[in-house]
């Protein structure tokens, strides 16, 4: 008797951390202790006024682990819910290169390919040389060589951005010349804004820097003329009604209209609706319509991007439905920048900035090969191939407001795996 008691003696500290061990609740490898930094985090920020409103994803492994709403959705105090619509801006261009490479598997063309080939217009392209400020003349050099589709999806085809340029002549030239950035509610059409852009010089010689420039514009055109359909059109049949992603558009229906969310700044401390500027707020619900971005024009919701992402972690399937290759995705991943962006601990691929070994010491950001991207009016997303996660963070937002939820919700989302 006596040794089987002192035998349940050195049992009881097992038996007692395992019942501890049982208790910890986890969600697909999450530590459910650990997400509630992220509510934390988020509420702190919305109470410090340094954002108005945010909606949080978290996947893994194809699954939910944590979809939350914080704020609110306008000036008003409208409630910000989980299934808010968003203008995601830039992260349309992570889609526009999607559908580009989708007809790329089609063997329509091949990646270098120079783009005046199917855009005659882009022929015998030319390098700004000088310009005048006093009536925004300027003298032009040939450019060494055509642009080509990987230049336009890489960023290194020497092309602009018009209003959100770095080069302040570049701003005056496309507005001299009625280039429509990022999105519009006037009557006009991606074919009439490429056509103009194809006048226009380029910052530099075709492949030899990175510029941020509206070459997913031009290919948003160049997916029209090689589908003989609308970009919005082969969006929606060929990747959104595919993926589930049953509120993403360019433009959206009024019956959904009332879950756009407004982009706010803050004025004295206070959230304001942001004035019209060089675009129209009342994109994308009014207008003509007409105007299809394959840089900036789309809205979605936190999930329905998510969809999008989980379609590249499953190697280019969803829904039993085949998007891409594996071995495109591969492909599209490696660094297509060259040393471009050496040192910075990302490098370039064809849709997405990609996580390099210096990115992973520095922490807080995913493991090698993380891809991720965000939108002008502060929307963010990364997955991590190898944990399975995706993160996407949506608020809409102008100016600076001490907004540090982006690099906070990045970090606590990798130190919350527990497993």
Do not use: C
Not at 262 to 271: D, E, L, P, R, Y
């Amino acid at each position: 008797m006596t040794r089987y008691i002192y035998f349940l003696l050195l049992l009881f500290p097992i038996s007692l951390t395992s019942q501890s061990a049982s208790k910890a609740s986890k969600t697909e490898g999450f530590s459910t202790e650990r997400l509630e930094r992220i509510t934390n985090m988020l509420t702190s920020e919305i109470e410090n006024q340094h954002i108005p409103g945010a909606v949080a994803l978290i996947s893994r492994n194809g699954k939910i682990v944590y979809l939350e709403s914080f704020g609110n959705a306008d000036a008003e105090g409208k409630p910000l819910k989980k299934d808010a619509i968003f203008r995601i801006a830039s992260q349309t261009k992570a889609i526009t290169s999607t559908a580009v490479m989708m007809l790329w598997e089609e063997a329509k063309f091949k990646l270098d390919d120079p783009i005046s080939k199917y855009i005659p217009e882009f022929k015998n392209p030319k390098v700004l040389k000088s310009f005048h400020y006093n009536d925004t003349t300027y003298t032009s050099t040939p450019a060494k060589r055509e642009i080509t589709i990987r230049d336009l999806l890489t960023h290194q085809s020497g092309l602009g951005y018009g209003i959100i340029d770095g080069d302040e002549r570049m701003k005056m030239i496309y507005k001299k010349t009625g280039i429509t950035d990022l999105f519009t509610t006037k009557n006009i059409t991606i074919k009439e804004s490429v056509l103009k852009l194809a006048q226009l010089p380029l910052h530099h010689n075709p492949g030899e820097k990175y510029t941020y420039s509206e070459g997913l514009d031009v290919l948003a055109y160049f997916i029209e003329i090689i589908s003989g359909m609308p970009v919005d059109e082969f969006m929606r049949t060929r990747i959104f009604e595919p993926l589930d992603m049953q509120d993403t558009y360019f433009y959206i229906p009024d019956s959904k209209k009332d879950r756009l969310v407004a982009i706010q700044h803050k004025n004295n401390g206070t959230w304001e609706n942001f004035p019209t500027t060089f675009y129209d707020p009342d994109y994308p619900i009014k207008g003509a319509k007409t105007f299809f971005s394959g840089g900036a024009g789309l809205s979605s919701t936190a999930e329905d991007y998510a969809k999008f992402l989980q379609m590249y972690l499953n190697n280019g399937k969803s829904n039993g439905v085949r998007i891409l290759s594996r071995t495109t995705i591969n492909m599209m991943m490696q660094n297509q920048s060259s040393d471009l962006w050496a040192g910075t601990g990302r490098h370039y691929g064809l849709a997405f900035g990609v996580i390099d070994e210096v990115g992973l010491k520095k922490g807080g950001s995913g493991g090698i090969g993380t891809f991720d991207w965000g939108g002008y009016f502060n929307t963010q997303y990364f997955a991590d191939p190898k944990e399975e996660v995706i993160g996407v963070l949506m608020k809409q937002t102008q100016g600076n407001t001490g907004d540090q939820t982006s690099w906070k919700f990045r970090q606590l989302v990798f130190s919350a795996i527990d497993d």
